[in-house]
DNA sequence: GATCCTCGAGTTCC
DNA sequence: CTCGAGGATC
């Protein structure tokens, strides 16, 4: 049965009335009625909609109190990455992060957009055709975790903009917590027996990422936004002071705190005046963000890496706190590297407790002058990870009490060594020390390596104390009674293990390569070896002196064409230089690390690299051969291109990507060069393959 | 040879 | 997140 008009209209009206009463209180700050009276207006409206289910839209302010709980959050790829920002420390950083801009400007005087940063959980929000439709943490800043149906549960957020946007608009802010709230929500916690937030940050946090948004829904989080994403073909202001306001004007709350000023001079009185209001604010901040104002000037200052130039985060002074010293121990890493940390009489700062602290290696202590007893200031760097930062007064000062580094290793007793010129010391135990091992199993586990979900700490823990596992390539051919054997392990879990570890058969190259561990060749290293080599195998025979060689050779011809003005040849396995070369060549030289590495591939099955192999650096790139190459006939040329993607066709056009000329080429060469088509020749070619001569 | 940038490695707490 | 070192660039 469909509601009667007066019903509907009703529903309407109510909608319209919480929304502006939501706007009056979490965007303007500035409350019409009281709580008791929004609440009634809440109430009526959900009544209606449950007479009428068809009156219930998908913006409808009911909705806020949550939905059913989820299993999981799912992954969304932002559409433009949440990237992070420059951080400043002192004023002498922005002075020079204004002397730059200046400089990449032109101009004697820059205008800047100051705003207070806040300390919650930055979020991507997405509104289509003005309505509310997802909302996503920042995550590593390409993906992030799908939080709508929390999201829908923050009051701050509007579900529908006060503008009919056409299309997608993405609008980039803080999820935050006040500090009222916080110590509120901590009062229930306590009262209620459970646990307590350290902090406002990570009681939003926590709220945020709770899989049952009723409980979101009870926890008073806010919301504050400072950006915009991807927004279509929406017309937007061209400065960040303007598009702060406009975001107001949708509806979205913006931090009052903002402010448009010159030059550093304002950038440094902004930073004290905001330091001085920070304790009379509801909530916490940890510093100053500063835009350049002007977009067209931002663009022209583009990015450094993940951060942009035209942005810098000038933080408050970390909070400090006294402890003490009461030992210092050593732990033994994957790569055998000897890590002295502190264990600290636990204490209180920035937030959380903290009971040990790195000291990353014995000049860092001897530099600081720590000894086991000494009463330091410690602080979190950067807000996460603890430091001491120097010692308040020293303790009793006994000689014991002095660190040595061990001269064997704690773990397996093999000798210690510091090699000249290198900061860390190492167990030179290798495979015969039992915690390499189990860190070689922990990296060949994790995330971004073969990604074994549940094959954490405790479990390797076990599997290596009791030689069930002595390498990676020992986890396939764990037995589900084997696992039931451990400790907390019954059925379901070990079931659940050995399903992981099957899942984690044929994951891409790059990824298996990276989960060997070999020394100096991380993610992105790995990734580059795959995308050259795409098989095992490939990677396995290498000639590493001639690939160094060919690097040279590469690298003095880049130079010759340069200084002729000529485009530049594509290099050979960027990133990887002769330091790496020699570590690779000499591990890989081992017939030892050889055959382990075989066997494991033969367990783990990777999967060729698909652009190397498949779709090739080639994917789906046109190729013209002309005249007589070298090495190969026309077919065997043809036969090769196509087996690594691409395409081979008869006359050059503007579609063609790359000519092969060999010797006594035709008239496509002209043509080619006449376009502007790359032209290669046969070693070319196989360069391009990434294949070795 | 100097300088800037990127990547790897180690790390803390919830 | 930070530090150190390798790699790229001028």
Known sequence: MSAPRQSRERAEQLRRQIEHHNHCYYVLDAPEIEDAQYDRLLRELESLERDYPALATPDSPTRRVGGAPLAQFSAVRHRLPMLSLGNAFSEGDVVAFDRRVREAAGATEVAYSAEPKFDGLAISLRYEDGAFVQGATRGDGATGEDVSANLRTVRAIPMRLRAALRGSFEVRGEVLMYRTDFAALNERQRAAGEKVFANPRNAA???????????TARRALRFCAYGVGFTGDARLPRTQVQLLDRLAELGLPVARERRLVRGV????????????????????????????????????????????????????????????????????????????????????????????????????????????????????????????????????????????????????????????????????GGFACAAQRKEALLHFAQRRAMDIEGLGEKLVDQLVERAMVDSPADLYRLTIEDLQSLERMAQKSSRNLLDAIAASRGRPLGRFIFALGIPGVGEEVAKVLARHFGTVEAFLEADWGALAERKLELARENAARKRRGQRLEARIMEGIGPELSDSLAKFLGAAHNREVIQALAAAARPADDASAVAKGALGGKVFVITGTLPALTRDQARELIERHGGRVTGSVSSNTDFVVAGTEPGSKLDRAREIGVRILDEDGLRELLGQAR
């Open 205 to 215: 946090a926590g709220s945020l990422r709770q899989l049952d948004p009723r409980v």
């Open 265 to 428: 001079a304002g950038l440094l009185a902004y930073y004290r005046e905001l330091a001085e209001s920070r304790p009379g604010l509801p909530f916490d901040i940890d510093g100053a963000v500063y835009k350049v104002n002007d977009f067209d000037l931002q663009e022209q200052l583009g990015f450094v890496a993940r951060a942009p130039r035209f942005a810098l985060a000038h933080k408050f002074p970390a909070q400090e706190a006294v402890t003490e010293i009461l030992d210092i121990t050593v732990q033994v890493g994957r790569t055998g590297a000897l890590t002295p940390a502190a264990r600290l009489a636990p204490v209180f700062v920035g937030g959380v407790t903290v009971a040990s602290a790195t000291l990353h290696n014995e000049d860092e202590i001897r530099r600081k002058d720590l000894w086991r007893g000494d009463r330091v200031v410690v602080r979190r760097a950067g807000d996460v990870i603890p430091e001491v930062v120097r010692v308040d007064k020293p303790g009793p000062r006994r000689a014991a009490d002095r660190f040595r580094m061990p001269a064997c290793c704690p773990v397996c007793g093999s000798p210690v060594v510091r090699l000249e010129g290198e900061a860390v010391a190492r167990c030179t």
